[in-house]
């Protein structure tokens, strides 16, 4: 068997093959297959057979069968090369493989410990100094902020994470409602699955139960050197009724995937095409290995309208990546990068400094209110949380209402507490240096 990392499937998907005989593929990628097998296929013949998605769509493929290896289950598993794909078979086993990694993903980050191990989001190293004498009433302490010209309730955007599965949908209309009943902005994840599979679109949808939230759609930057144009992006933007667009920078995340992207050159020009394009404004965004000053100064004179800087202490995704296969080296691989990044509040300090003008999302690693504050007095406009709103509407939606609720509550216990009446008197209070960082 050769050592191609495949991706791990959530479940197997039924393959047919000649003579009515049956097999299971739970590792697949563009270019080979393993199939568990009662009887083993011979060894180097050419055989086709089709992978059954759903009742409405079977994937033609064929493909070289390797050496046999018996299973403890009795069957055997042999890896098949795959041949030259038909278009149509490239463009369903494409579109198939991503729904398939969007929900595996989801499914590990709500169940599996995948935050950084040994690097924080830095938020913890400030404190506020305590105003014991605030001269302010609880109610005058005004928490709401402007992003891309849309007035926040509270500080915060429910960062970008899912569609592209049924499960993905219902979490985004779940998002959705606590982002309208809170005031808070929303992401919705990558658009990708959406674009290679149009019967998608509606996992996106959620303007019927958030018509007042800002909304931003969402595609990753490599994206545009995988056939993903301007015109493409500017449909998915129209097609969910979005306020603005994220572009997601994610280059750790696809050199560790084994399937990832691997060419991210010129897509500084690119993202400057869409800028320019678009009807709406871009964000750029990190997913969780931050962003430098140096990479804020470009995105400014690129005219992006905002950066959400992504710093590592949060959900890691190299880690994540390294924990969708078995195969132990590249599980190795994303052990290694579980830490790697600018951790959020060094991205902030240094994304602000280069860039002072540019609206700041902060995220990676937010878990509370008092973090939230501390984002904004380090120059935040607003902070973002993936992973907390994931687990907790998949626990209730009832559950998103109150996080939602009690990080409103904390950032105005945090502005009062520190004598801000509002966000502007908040950036000015001198932030300390926590005595005791766990
Ligand atoms: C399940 C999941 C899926 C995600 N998918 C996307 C995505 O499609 N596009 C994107 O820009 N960021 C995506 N992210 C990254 C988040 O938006 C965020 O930047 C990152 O998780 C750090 O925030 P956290 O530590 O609060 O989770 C995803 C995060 C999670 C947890």
């Not at 982002?179 to 674009?195: D, E, K, T």
């Not at 993936?386 to 939602?404: K, T």
């Amino acid at each position: 068997m050769n050592d191609t990392p495949l991706a791990r499937l959530d479940a197997y998907l039924p393959a047919a093959l000649p003579g009515g005989a049956m097999g299971f593929v739970q590792h697949l990628s563009l270019s080979a297959a393993d199939v568990d097998l009662p009887r083993p296929l011979p060894e180097g013949q050419d055989t086709p057979f089709d992978l059954v998605c759903r009742d409405d769509l079977r994937i033609p493929l064929r493909g070289v069968a390797g050496r046999p290896h018996a299973l403890p289950s009795g069957l055997f598993r042999q890896r098949v090369v795959l041949g030259a794909l038909e278009a149509a078979a490239r463009t369903d086993l494409t579109a198939l493989l991503s729904s398939l990694r969007k929900a595996a993903h989801l499914a590990l980050a709500r169940d599996a410990d995948v935050e950084a191990a040994s690097i924080a989001s830095g938020l913890d190293r400030y404190r506020l100094p305590h105003d014991a004498l605030p001269e302010l009433h609880a109610d005058d302490v005004d928490t709401s902020v402007v992003l891309l010209g849309r007035r926040l309730r509270s500080p915060v955007v429910i960062s970008a994470m899912t569609g592209g599965s049924s499960r993905g949908g219902d979490v985004n209309r779940r998002l959705a409602e606590v982002a309208q009943a809170a005031g808070i902005a929303m992401g919705l994840g990558s658009q990708r699955a959406m674009h290679e599979t149009r019967a998608l679109a509606g996992t996106f949808r959620v303007r019927d139960v958030a018509p007042d939230v800002l909304l931003l759609a969402n595609v990753g930057a490599v994206q545009l050197n995988g056939g993903l144009g301007v015109d493409d992006v500017r449909a998915l933007v129209e097609e969910v009724g979005a306020d603005a667009l994220c572009v997601h920078l994610n280059v750790l995340q696809e050199m560790v995937q084994p399937e990832g992207d691997r060419d991210f050159r010129g897509l500084e020009a690119k993202i400057g095409a869409l800028v320019r394009a678009l009807p709406v404004p871009v964000v750029l965004k990190e997913t969780g290995a931050g962003i430098s000053g140096s990479v804020a100064a470009r995105a400014r004179d690129l005219g992006v309208a905002a950066l959400d800087v992504g710093g590592a202490g949060g959900t890691s995704w190299g880690y994540i990546e390294g924990l969708r296969t078995r195969e132990p080296h590249h599980r190795a691989v994303g052990e290694t990068f579980r830490d790697w990044g600018i951790p959020t509040a060094e991205a902030l300090v240094e994304c602000h400094a280069a860039a002072p003008d540019l609206p700041l999302v902060a995220t990676g690693g937010v878990r509370d209110g008092r973090q939230i504050a501390v984002a904004l007095a380090l120059g935040a406009t607003a902070a973002g949380l993936a992973l907390p709103f994931l687990r907790a509407v998949e626990r209730s939606p009832d559950e998103g209402h109150r996080l939602a609720e009690r990080l409103a509550r904390e950032v105005r216990i945090a502005m009062l507490c520190a004598g801000a009446r509002d966000v502007a008197a908040l950036r000015r209070v001198p932030l300390r240096p926590s005595q005791e960082v766990r």
